[in-house]
């Protein structure tokens, strides 16, 4: 692995762990194995280095969405399949984290790859409840936007939920509440 690399993937672990505000420069080098040199030769500096780490992680939260909401199954099976699948719940979105540390929510250069990450995922939840609304799986009333907004919400609050309470269970309740609410829904 390049060193430009290894900075990224380091100072993604660490925005996980510590949020922007609390990684240093010299943390990321020390975690990545590299000299100040290194990082300075291949970013402006902090909030280059984390803008890229952002944009990186956004992109991996949309594979990990992406890859169950257009795998087999109905749409409600896929939409079930991308709510239950593996989470470390009690370590936090990695992109909804970031929405709590108030240097990103104040740079619009790190709070860009934040946004059009729940953008697309709300896009994507929102194609796949239109199938499912075509598909007779949900009613026709139902709005497919809003629902999509639902969805999200309802995964970053379970994480806020679990890691409140120390308890992944919480997670799963939330997320087993929205199933509930969508199979009520099946006409």
Known sequence: MDTRTRLVEAMQELLWERGYVGTSPRAVQERAGAGQGSMYHHFSGKADLAATALERTARDLSAGTEAALSGPGTPMERITANL???????????????THDPDVVASDTLRAPIDEAFRWVRGRYADVLAEAVAAGELPDTVD???LAATLTAVVQGGYVLARASGDPEDFARAVDGALALLRGLHP
């Open 144 to 146: 497919p936007e809003q």
């Open 84 to 98: 239950t699948r593996e989470r470390d719940v009690l370590r936090g979105c990695r992109v909804g984290r970031m």
